[in-house]
């Protein structure tokens, strides 16, 4: 499904400003290579009107209990796409069983390139029958070149069996761009290293995802008050980390805070509504009513609540 016959893709070309870098002094090596990575902001900046498309787009799946979030990638693109995804459940509490990752050349490819694998459009075709992939899912294709035949199949198969497909490409025209739902160009030209697309390409391509994903989660209610609200408390750190926003939004020291979490067994949402009145048993129930939306669930204590 490679497109034939197109111009040589901008990520492929040397920029003009790069040619003999690697003959500078080290500072003003190191300086330009810093300086290459400004153009990723810009693109995605530029972006911006498309990428809200596609948050709204995946919203209206994404509410369902049953939906799911799937990324696909090769090379770099494809550990780009992974990193987004793994951080779901421990910052947002994003069930396990709702986000998949395929990778080219699958797991191996984390530890070894398995460059050869983004050819195989089979590959993808057969990862996606195996999740079964339906109107249900939201699949995210990634692809500096926009033409990998691995995501090109994936986006194919996901759109024709209902899915509501994005595709994230850093060349203008690139096929990636025509065969799904939600288009997203991230124009960054050139790299710094002709072809190496793991620099500014891929700075933009992780830029993309954060504020996707970050997104999404915000508006399914996993945020509150700019925190992480459905974070798993699972370390020393996080269990800091939950007792300082659980005291910020609830308004009370961190021995205040320490005791809401143990009476609620570490859950941050459950510990700030104790700390607005309810019990522990209470603020169950109002999250689950309010399908886990931590505002909703404050919102419907406080109207119960007598004045």
Known sequence: MEASGAQRP????????????????????AGALIDSQAGALAATRKALPDIEHAIRAALEVLRAPDSRLIYCGAGT???????????????FNWPSERVHVLLAGGVQSLGEAQEGAEDDADAA?????????????????????????FVLQAMATARAAGATTVGIA???????????????????????LAGSTRLTAGTSQKICLNTFSTA???????VYGGHMVDMRATNAK??????????????????????????????????????????????????????GDLGAAVKAHEGASPA
Do not use: Y
């Open 125 to 149: 075709a057969r990862d996606l029958a195996a999740l079964q992939v339906s109107a249900r899912d939201v699949v995210i294709g990634l692809a500096a070149s926009g033409t990998t035949p």
């Open 238 to 291: 996080l269990r800091k980390r939950a007792r300082a926003i659980v005291a910020d939004i609830a308004g009370c020291d961190e021995a205040t805070a320490r005791r809401a979490l143990e009476a609620c067994d570490q859950n941050v949402k459950q510990a700030i509504l104790v700390l607005k009145g309810a019990t522990p048993e209470d603020a169950a129930r109002l999250l689950k009513d309010a399908s």
């Open 216 to 222: 999404l989660m915000m508006r399914l209610g996993r």
């Open 77 to 91: 693109s494809g550990r780009v796409a992974l990193l987004d995804a793994v951080e779901l459940h421990p910052t």
């Open 10 to 29: 901008q990520t492929e070309a040397l920029g003009a400003a790069f040619r003999n870098t690697e003959e500078l002094a080290l500072g003003d090596l």
């Open 170 to 192: 850093n060349n203008p025209g690139a096929p990636l761009l025509e065969v799904v739902d939600c288009p997203i160009l991230l124009e960054t030209g050139p790299e710094a």
